[in-house]
Structure formats: structure tokens, C-alpha cells
């Protein structure tokens, strides 16, 4: 194999990296690290300011491959009409399921035993008890029911949830039970205590937690978003908030960061992290595992994985 990688992180802290390939390392830094016209395989810089992983992309004219080290590649989407014909875009699949799927269950059960309402009451040395929700015999909805959506179920089951339904873009069967197309959603969400949004943002996925869907969702019900943030639309659920229908815990918001101002931040019933699903200490060695094995394939010219786009 001819041609660069970038990676972002030193090759010789990637334990597995085949042999013969010329490595540089590019973590987002102003200026690159040699010619982005000879890089053949790029792993996209994780966790940057919006652009910069994009930057170097018209340039790649020999690329081959662009492997981001996330879920979702809608960061990098800017950047593929301005590659050659025929690179393949893998993304992290099965890197950020654990930690994901951990923020989801902390989130649920952080909102609805009303942990942060404890934290609140602890700083003011006040005891708050009382009955909360419990997680156990409620109906949990997971939308957007792919690797991670199954790791969240997976973290579901010990809790003696009644029932867990699952909606994906197109209908399918697991092990577990069936899985619903989204044309199912209008009938589903009306019976779900817990709603949990997964899904990856695409076109089709922008803006879906709308008023419509919002309104369909019980009194009472909790919204989790560990998607996207622009996959819920801010303004309808902001309504919905202060009228104290429902409740809401978010991992991810639109718009991201949230500025200190936002009214997010003071909406009753609402529980914020920033955009913290990914991050933790189990992410830098799968991610390192992923870049190993994937640049193994390439280096033998075996198909890659995880690949979601082919430029044409």
C-alpha cells in the first residue's frame, strides 16, 4: 500500500499497527503534518471545534478511506463531495457502546429518583424525601435501535423494565423481540414511560423529536436524548418543559455547546450533561483496537469495516 496515514495519536502509542505504512500524526493542529494530497487512509481527530476535522479533506485527492473515531460521522459530512470518487467512510461502530449506553442508564435513573433535586438539597443541607419513579415496571422506547440502542437495552434488562420497544429506519428481528420501523413511532410513544433516542443525525433525523412527537409522549414520560442534539427540536421541547408534562435528560443539545444564557438550563424538570456519552476511560483503548485492526485490513487490501458511505 502506497500513501500516508493521519492518525491522531503518536503510531507508536496504537499497539497493532501494521508494518510498511508511513504514519504521521495530525490531531487538528494548524499546520499538518505533510501533504494531505499523499494521505491514503484518514482517522478523523475526535472531539474537535466544528471544521477542523474537515479542513484537510479537499486536499486528500489519494484518499482512500476516512475512519472517524465516532458513532456518528455527521462532522465529517461536509467534507465528502470534496473527495476523489470511491473513499470509504467507517465510523466507530461498537467503540462508544458501553460508555454510551451507561450515560443513557445513569440519565434515566439519575431523572427519574431525582438525584439532581438530592445534590441540590445536599449543598443546601436540606433532606428531601419522598416517593420518586422507579425505572423498574416501566415501558422504555429506544429510537434509533443500532449497536448502541442494544447495549442501552442490554443495561435495561437487569431493572425488570415491563417492556422495551425498539424503532430503527426500517422494521427487522432480534433475538429480544421485534423491531419497529419508524412509521411505527405515532403508535409506540404513547405508551412508553421512558423514551430513549439513539439515533445518529441525518436528514431524515433532524428535527424528529418535534412538537408532534413530543405531544404524542404520556404525562409524566421522560425524554433521554444520547443521540444528537439537533435530532430534538429545542423550541417544542422547551414548551413541553415548562408546562411540566414531561421531563427530559440530555447528554447532547441543540445548540452545542449550550450557551450559559440558554433557557435549557433553567427548564423544570430537566437534567443536562455536556456531551459526555463518549468520553471515558473506555474509549482510547477500543479506539486504539479499532485503528489497529482497521489499518491491518487496508495494509492487506481485506475489506474494511464499519463502512457506512462510499463517495462517488
Request: charged letters at 20%.
Given at each position: 500500500m502506497t500513501g500516508d496515514v493521519w492518525l491522531p495519536f503518536p503510531a507508536d502509542e496504537i499497539p497493532g499497527l501494521p508494518e510498511g505504512l508511513d504514519y504521521r500524526y495530525w490531531n487538528g493542529e494548524p499546520d499538518f503534518p505533510a501533504d494531505p494530497a499523499d494521505c491514503a487512509f484518514y482517522v478523523v481527530p475526535y472531539m474537535k471545534p466544528p471544521g477542523v476535522g474537515t479542513r484537510p479533506m479537499?486536499?486528500?485527492?489519494?484518499?482512500?478511506?476516512?475512519?472517524?473515531?465516532?458513532?456518528?460521522?455527521?462532522?465529517?459530512?461536509?467534507?465528502?463531495?470534496?473527495?476523489?470518487?470511491?473513499?470509504?467512510?467507517?465510523?466507530?461502530?461498537?467503540?462508544?457502546?458501553?460508555?454510551?449506553?451507561?450515560?443513557?442508564?445513569?440519565?434515566?435513573?439519575?431523572?427519574?429518583?431525582?438525584?439532581?433535586?438530592?445534590?441540590?438539597?445536599?449543598?443546601?443541607?436540606?433532606?428531601?424525601?419522598?416517593?420518586?419513579?422507579?425505572?423498574?415496571?416501566?415501558?422504555?422506547?429506544?429510537?434509533?435501535?443500532?449497536?448502541?440502542g442494544s447495549a442501552v437495552e442490554d443495561r435495561l434488562v437487569p431493572f425488570e423494565v415491563a417492556r422495551v420497544a425498539r424503532i430503527a429506519r426500517s422494521a427487522r428481528t432480534t433475538e429480544r423481540g421485534p423491531v419497529h420501523p419508524l412509521t411505527d413511532l405515532p403508535a409506540l410513544l404513547p405508551e412508553?414511560?421512558?423514551?430513549?433516542?439513539?439515533?445518529?443525525?441525518?436528514?431524515?433525523?433532524?428535527?424528529?423529536?418535534?412538537?408532534?412527537?413530543?405531544?404524542?409522549?404520556?404525562?409524566?414520560?421522560?425524554?433521554?436524548?444520547?443521540?444528537?442534539?439537533?435530532?430534538?427540536?429545542?423550541?417544542?421541547?422547551?414548551?413541553e418543559l415548562e408546562s411540566g408534562r414531561i421531563t427530559a435528560a440530555l447528554d447532547v443539545t441543540d445548540p452545542e455547546p449550550l450557551p450559559r444564557e440558554h433557557p435549557l438550563w433553567q427548564a423544570p424538570g430537566v437534567l443536562v450533561s455536556p456531551h459526555v456519552g463518549g468520553p471515558t476511560s473506555a474509549f482510547l483503548p477500543r479506539a486504539k483496537r479499532l485503528m489497529a485492526a482497521q489499518l491491518t485490513r487496508f495494509a492487506a487490501g481485506e475489506p474494511l469495516e464499519n463502512v457506512v458511505f462510499t463517495t462517488g
Amino acid at each position: 500500500m502506497t500513501g500516508d496515514v493521519w492518525l491522531p495519536f503518536p503510531a507508536d502509542e496504537i499497539p497493532g499497527l501494521p508494518e510498511g505504512l508511513d504514519y504521521r500524526y495530525w490531531n487538528g493542529e494548524p499546520d499538518f503534518p505533510a501533504d494531505p494530497a499523499d494521505c491514503a487512509f484518514y482517522v478523523v481527530p475526535y472531539m474537535k471545534p466544528p471544521g477542523v476535522g474537515t479542513r484537510p479533506m479537499p486536499l486528500m485527492s489519494s484518499l482512500r478511506a476516512v475512519q472517524t473515531l465516532s458513532a456518528g460521522v455527521d462532522h465529517v459530512q461536509a467534507g465528502l463531495p470534496h473527495l476523489p470518487p470511491g473513499v470509504q467512510l467507517c465510523n466507530a461502530r461498537g467503540v462508544h457502546d458501553a460508555s454510551t449506553a451507561e450515560l443513557a442508564l445513569t440519565l434515566i435513573l439519575a431523572s427519574l429518583r431525582g438525584i439532581p433535586d438530592f445534590v441540590r438539597g445536599q449543598d443546601r443541607g436540606e433532606w428531601r424525601g419522598g416517593f420518586r419513579p422507579a425505572l423498574a415496571d416501566k415501558n422504555v422506547l429506544i429510537v434509533g435501535y443500532g449497536a448502541i440502542g442494544s447495549a442501552v437495552e442490554d443495561r435495561l434488562v437487569p431493572f425488570e423494565v415491563a417492556r422495551v420497544a425498539r424503532i430503527a429506519r426500517s422494521a427487522r428481528t432480534t433475538e429480544r423481540g421485534p423491531v419497529h420501523p419508524l412509521t411505527d413511532l405515532p403508535a409506540l410513544l404513547p405508551e412508553a414511560d421512558v423514551v430513549v433516542v439513539v439515533t445518529p443525525l441525518t436528514e431524515d433525523t433532524r428535527g424528529l423529536v418535534n412538537a408532534d412527537f413530543l405531544s404524542r409522549m404520556k404525562d409524566g414520560a421522560l425524554l433521554v436524548n444520547v443521540g444528537r442534539g439537533p435530532v430534538v427540536d429545542t423550541e417544542a421541547l422547551l414548551k413541553e418543559l415548562e408546562s411540566g408534562r414531561i421531563t427530559a435528560a440530555l447528554d447532547v443539545t441543540d445548540p452545542e455547546p449550550l450557551p450559559r444564557e440558554h433557557p435549557l438550563w433553567q427548564a423544570p424538570g430537566v437534567l443536562v450533561s455536556p456531551h459526555v456519552g463518549g468520553p471515558t476511560s473506555a474509549f482510547l483503548p477500543r479506539a486504539k483496537r479499532l485503528m489497529a485492526a482497521q489499518l491491518t485490513r487496508f495494509a492487506a487490501g481485506e475489506p474494511l469495516e464499519n463502512v457506512v458511505f462510499t463517495t462517488g
